[in-house]
Structures are given as structure tokens and as C-alpha cells.
């Protein structure tokens, strides 16, 4: 059912139209389609994809968000409710419960909704950047707003209890490999920083709305630095700023950590995508470059939407492994510092190398 209502906001709001009204329509003869048409997936099936008064094409994209919202929530809710991976990936003692006490936990349900949220949230922003090349602000702002808010109320590192950060020394420093791996995991699944300060301790609805704005500032400006450095270099637009919003919503979900993560887990993820289309999808008939309808075409690109959002969901799901392996960088202010550097100077170099690697322009007459 929601990858249904996902598969509205995927029709119309590219084209700025009401998501509420008028209901489902064929885009073709414009009857309404029946309620018992309108089931997710069996619909589907029944009309073999096709309109029932004027046997009009439905495009397959309707059947696989629905199948693939479907697997996503069974995903979450394994991962969430009955295995509580947050939990027992982190705590000493892990929280062992029956079946039947698992799906009656309510910090297991806030958990399941609050990551559910930011799923379909990612899979509509991901289906409307590879078909239109653009991310409704719509989708991350609400987001944004949703993820504010349950950061807030579920602040690290809840659901674990307060005292799990216990386990830490009264004043640790968190990268030495001592501490490796022993940060309790939550619905935050690191605070922005630790030891956590005094005036925002673990558990406190501050600490739950500072690491959402920081995630966010951190997830939008993370992507505005490599978009305007690389641009320097490579001397005209390569990123949107949709990207930047996509990653600000996943910031404030996830922790600003997770976000700078995603950026370089989205272009291996982006990269696979575009390889998988080369070699699975026929090119045009169009060359890179040509003049349609007035207009240039670039073939070569390739819509980042859908490989950051990939990218925010392995990254997320992996972080107890990922975690690991990155928390001598992530308090460490020296190290990030230097890392923020090398990665500048980095970005701006592959933007130099890339223009002076481009073919020189032609003129084409029109």
C-alpha cells in the first residue's frame, strides 16, 4: 500500500500536480481506475499492466515500486522488530526476546516507522531522479521534518538505555582502538560527537535535535563543497542541488557521520548502476552530444539520485561493521580536519584532469 501511494508522488509531483486529487486516472482515456483495480501488485496482475477500458500500456515501474516497498518493509521490520539489530550489535548483554514479546515492543515499532519513513522517502526520490533528472523538494524537506522531530524524541542512544554509554570511561577518547566498536548503536546511530558534552548528555532531547541539525547541515554542505569544487575544475555543471537535499534528509535521520559515508558508498553504488545500463540497456540512436530539438543530450549521464540513495541504505544497514573501521577518523578532530583537506584538493584535481581529458568542442550548425 505505500509503495502504492509512493508510486503517486512518483507520477505527479515531477509535473507539480496534487498528490490527493483527482484518484487514479489513465493517462490515456482519463477513466478512473476501479478500487479493486487499484490493489497493490494484484492489480496490477490482473490487467496484465494494462488500462481496462482502453487497454492503454501501465508502465512496469508500478509493479516493481510496489514489490520492491514491499521487500524493503519486511527487510526493516526483520532488521528492526525481531532481530533488533541496533541493540544487540552494540549492548554486552543482548535483549534475547520471543517473537511474540518482539512485535509487541513499542521502542521496536518507533524504530520500524521512523527507518520505514526514510525508506520510501529514499525509494520515490530515487525512482523520480533516474526517470526526470530532478528530486522534488517535497519529498526531502518533509523528511527533513520527520526525521527532526523522531531524532528528537528517540535521541541517542535510544533504545538503548542511558547507562549502556556507562561502559565508556568517564572521559574517553573515543578513537584510540580500545574504544573500537563498544560506541552504543540507537535510532541515532552515533551522537555528533564524544564524549558528549555536558549540557547535551546521552538520552537528552538536546542531543537528539543538535545531532539531527548537524546531520542535516553536515549531509547538504558535504555535497555543496564537492558540487562547487568539482565544477571549478571541470568547468561546468556535474551535481544537483537535489543531491545535497537527499543527503540534508538523510543527516538528520542517521547522524552527519553516516551521511559523509553515503557521498563516497553513492558513487561505488552510482558507478555499478551505470555499468549494470551499459551493458544491459541498448544506446540510443542519438550519439553523446547531439543536437535534439535544439537542445544538447549527454548520454554519458547518469541521474546520482538513485546511487546516493543505495548508498545511504548500505551504509546505514552496514554501520555496525562500517562503524568499526571509521571511528578512529570520526572524533578525531586533527584527522578530519586533514581528511576535509586531502579531499578538497582531491576533488578539485579530478575536475582539472577530467576538463583537460574532454574532447575539444565543435561547432554544430543547426
Not at 312 to 336: E, K, N, R, S
Not at 337 to 363: F, H, K, N, Y
Request: glycine fraction near 10%.
Amino acid at each position: 500500500m505505500v509503495g502504492s501511494f509512493l508510486n503517486v508522488l512518483i507520477a505527479r509531483l515531477p509535473y507539480e500536480k496534487s498528490i490527493i486529487w483527482p484518484s487514479s486516472r489513465c493517462f490515456s482515456c482519463f477513466q478512473r481506475v476501479r478500487f479493486t483495480d487499484n490493489i497493490p501488485i494484484i492489480g496490477y496482475l490482473r490487467l496484465r499492466g494494462q488500462c481496462r477500458h482502453c487497454g492503454a500500456k501501465f508502465s512496469a515501474r508500478y509493479l516493481w515500486i510496489e514489490v520492491a516497498t514491499g521487500l524493503a518493509f519486511l527487510a526493516l521490520f526483520v532488521l528492526d522488530v525481531l532481530v533488533n539489530w541496533q541493540v544487540n550489535s552494540t549492548v554486552a548483554t543482548p535483549d534475547m526476546l520471543s517473537i511474540s514479546t518482539a512485535i509487541t515492543s513499542f521502542p521496536r515499532w518507533a524504530m520500524f516507522l521512523y527507518h520505514a519513513f526514510l525508506m520510501s522517502c529514499l525509494i520515490a526520490a530515487a525512482a523520480i531522479d533516474a526517470e526526470h533528472r530532478i528530486i522534488p523538494p517535497m519529498i526531502p524537506y518533509v523528511g527533513l521534518l520527520v526525521g527532526v522531530i523522531g531524532g528528537t524524541l528517540m535521541p541517542w542512544p535510544w533504545p538503548n538505555p542511558a547507562a549502556a554509554v556507562n561502559q565508556l570511561t568517564a572521559d574517553p577518547v573515543w578513537m584510540l582502538p580500545e574504544y573500537w566498536g563498544k560506541i552504543p548503536v540507537g535510532v541515532q546511530l552515533w551522537p555528533f560527537y564524544g564524549p558528549t558534552f555536558a549540557f547535551a548528555p546521552p538520552g537528552s532531547y538536546l542531543l537528539g535535535f543538535l545531532n539531527c541539525l548537524i546531520g542535516a547541515f553536515v549531509g547538504s554542505m558535504v555535497v555543496r563543497i564537492v558540487k562547487g569544487l568539482f565544477e571549478l575544475g571541470f568547468g561546468r555543471e556535474a551535481m544537483g542541488l537535489g543531491d545535497a537535499d537527499l543527503l540534508m534528509m538523510a543527516g538528520a535521520f542517521l547522524g552527519w557521520q553516516i551521511a559523509v559515508i553515503s557521498l563516497f558508498v553513492g558513487s561505488l553504488t552510482a558507478l555499478v548502476i551505470k555499468i549494470a545500463m551499459m551493458i544491459l540497456v541498448k544506446p540510443p540512436a542519438v550519439p553523446p552530444s547531439s543536437p535534439v530539438g535544439g537542445e544538447f543530450t549527454d548520454t554519458r549521464e547518469l541521474p546520482f539520485g538513485p546511487g546516493l540513495a543505495l548508498g545511504v541504505v548500505v551504509t546505514w544497514l552496514a554501520w555496525p561493521w562500517i562503524g568499526v573501521g571509521t571511528q578512529y577518523l570520526f572524533f578525531d578532530w586533527i584527522m578530519i580536519t586533514m581528511c576535509v583537506i586531502v579531499m578538497c584538493v582531491g576533488i578539485l584535481a579530478a575536475g582539472l584532469l577530467l576538463r583537460r581529458s574532454e574532447p575539444a568542442a565543435t561547432d554544430v550548425k543547426v
